[in-house]
């Protein structure tokens, strides 16, 4: 709290005039990161619903990097949060899913979204330095004939960079095509 004030420029004390301490200012914060994300209801369909909300929370959680990290420590008992949960939950319901199922795969899908994201967050690059860069750098960490496979891959990411929207698109896709077989009549 005194950080913040002191970036505020303000007395961390005055600060309890607006929030209850710590945790309060915290869950907030989550707050008006999950309200970012677009949930799309009637007239999408439920995979492009879901596709949707994959890539608006990603682009969230981009723009806020402390934001997935916090999102998984705090209670989500808040407006927007319920509101979010409810949302994902009423496009699934509504496209046939039951109750557990629904649950289950918001589950999968956010498990997907928070995963991939702390992943690619693990990988940045320097300040300046490209994918293909990167690449190189682990070509030259490798060991002569040792890691075959590893070089292959790395290979191709220094003369084709590694695309993360396409992969995560490529995940995303295998993930809504299974829950898609749990629908009745599929």
Do not use: C
Request: glycine share 12%; net charge negative.
């Amino acid at each position: 709290m005194r950080e913040l004030g002191r970036e505020l420029g303000v007395e961390a004390a005055s600060l309890y005039n607006h929030v209850a301490g710590k945790d309060d200012l915290l869950d907030g914060m989550v707050e008006l990161a999950i309200a970012e994300i677009e949930v799309p209801g009637e007239g999408v369909g439920w995979k492009e619903a879901m596709r949707r909300r994959a890539i608006s929370a990603r682009e969230v959680f981009a723009r806020h990097r402390w934001a997935a990290p916090l999102h998984d420590s705090r209670d989500r008992t808040g407006p927007h949060s319920l509101s979010y949960v409810d949302g994902v939950l009423g496009v699934l319901i509504g496209a046939g899913f039951s109750p557990a199922a629904a649950a289950n795969a918001f589950l999968v899908v956010d498990g997907y979204i928070y995963g991939f994201e702390r992943r690619q967050s693990g990988l940045a690059l320097d300040e300046g330095a490209t994918a293909t860069d990167a690449a190189e750098e682990v070509l030259a960490a490798i060991p002569e004939g040792a890691y075959p496979n590893a070089v292959r891959v790395a290979m191709e990411f220094a003369t084709t960079p590694f695309d993360h929207d396409a992969a995560f698109d490529f995940g995303l896709g295998l993930i809504l095509d299974g829950l898609e077989r749990l629908l009745p009549g599929e």
